[in-house]
């Protein structure tokens, strides 16, 4: 029997929805030997999926109030699926030669961009493709919904339940989880990551993780660590990632004279093993990152996460329990230093409890096998 091979569909590189394309990708070379191809809808020429990432920039800098006005609004839903025509005309074309160079058996789409440029490819040119959507947070907007998808695979039931008040048949639609990394599945265990890291065993171990858009304020963090009282039984992890960020905090933390209580790290393949050795993790609400840190069994604190989709994710999961959510930096310092204390420890406790009960480590498997079980 040929070997199927399936085309996976993400927005743009270095995102959380290329990151689960790639352990999609992965778990189905694994589970169902299929070939696998990634590409993104940023390829040169492509019209649409830039302009978006560059309005949503632009926006979320300069006045983020009105992305959370705009974000999800009935009203501009309706004005822009008119438009969309218009808008995906050059798009279709360069996702028609994408399908046509690969000719896969079966798209699974990790960006909702994905699946209107798809709603708009004549289906006179094209043989009827099956179409699986991956969202990547834990609740969905109304843009994911399209009827050309054959099965949503969504990460909560709150999701689920977004999707049928947008008109999606509850038939089409499973609760998995979110696809990560295999990684995630066999961490290592918190003494023997700290080792290989270079943590102290006996240190309170705090991460920070602000993603790659640049908007996280860990220089303003930075400050606010100096200025408050020296407790070295915290140590702080900065992941920062991006090369010109790491050189600005490291001239940063020597001037602040930081330099034995942050840690600074630029990009590492080595996310896996920091969360398993940490204690407890500062972030935005990137729905990937919060996937992981659950499958690292983290304390959470979410802080100032973006406009749209990080706000409905923080909103979700605080209205849970699963994390704390405080914007206020000089707040934020006192509930970490809290958690050094009998009660804080009770508290760290049950969010780690609700971290085990959200983790969903083996959830890219259970996707690609779900997909598998349905096209044999």
Not at 61 to 86: C, D, G, Q
Not at 167 to 181: F, T, W, Y
Not at 263 to 289: F, N, P, Q, S
């Amino acid at each position: 029997m040929n070997q199927k091979k399936v085309l996976i569909l993400y927005a743009a590189r270095g995102s959380g929805h290329e990151a689960a394309a790639k352990a999609l990708a992965s778990a189905f070379e694994t589970n169902l030997g299929w070939g696998v191809h990634c590409d993104s809808l940023m390829t040169p020429g492509s019209l649409t999926p830039p302009i978006v990432k560059f309005f949503y920039q632009l926006t979320v800098a300069k006045t983020p109030y009105l992305w959370n006005h705009v974000y999800n609004n009935r009203f501009y839903f309706s004005m822009i699926r008119r438009l969309e025509p218009i808008f995906y005309k050059r798009d279709y074309f360069h996702l028609k030669e994408m399908i046509r160079r690969h000719n896969p058996h079966v798209i699974v789409a990790t960006h909702a961009l994905a699946l209107r440029a798809l709603a708009g490819i004549n289906p006179e040119h094209f043989p009827r493709l099956p179409i699986f959507a991956v969202p990547t947070d834990f609740l969905v907007h109304r843009y994911w919904a399209a009827s050309s998808v054959d099965a949503y695979l969504t990460a909560s039931e709150e999701a689920a339940r977004n999707l049928c008040h947008y008109g999606v048949d509850a038939s089409r639609i499973r609760v998995i989880g979110l696809p990560i990394a295999p990684a995630f599945a066999r961490l290592p265990g918190r003494a023997e990551c700290r080792r290989r890291l270079g943590c102290g065993q006996d240190k309170f171990f705090v991460l920070v993780m602000g993603g790659r858009s640049g908007f996280f304020p860990y220089s303003e963090l930075l400050e606010i660590i100096s200025q408050t009282s020296c407790d070295y039984r915290i140590e702080w992890i900065f992941l920062t990632g991006e090369s010109r960020r790491m050189a600005a905090l490291m001239t940063q933390r020597t001037r602040l004279n930081c330099d034995r209580r942050v840690r600074l790290i630029g990009y590492t393949d080595k996310i896996d093993e920091y969360m398993a050795a940490a204690d407890l993790i500062v972030t935005k609400a990137g729905g990937l990152t919060l996937a992981e840190a659950f499958s690292a069994s983290l304390g959470i604190i979410i802080s100032r996460p973006l406009p749209g989709q990080e706000i409905f994710n923080a909103r979700h999961l605080a209205r849970h329990q699963a994390v704390l959510w405080i914007d206020d930096l000089g707040l934020l310092m006192e509930r970490v230093k809290s958690l050094l204390t009998e009660s804080g420890q009770h508290q760290l406790k049950r969010l780690r409890d609700s971290a085990r009960l959200l983790a969903r480590p083996n959830a890219a498997g259970d996707i690609v096998r779900f997909i598998g079980e349905r096209l044999s």
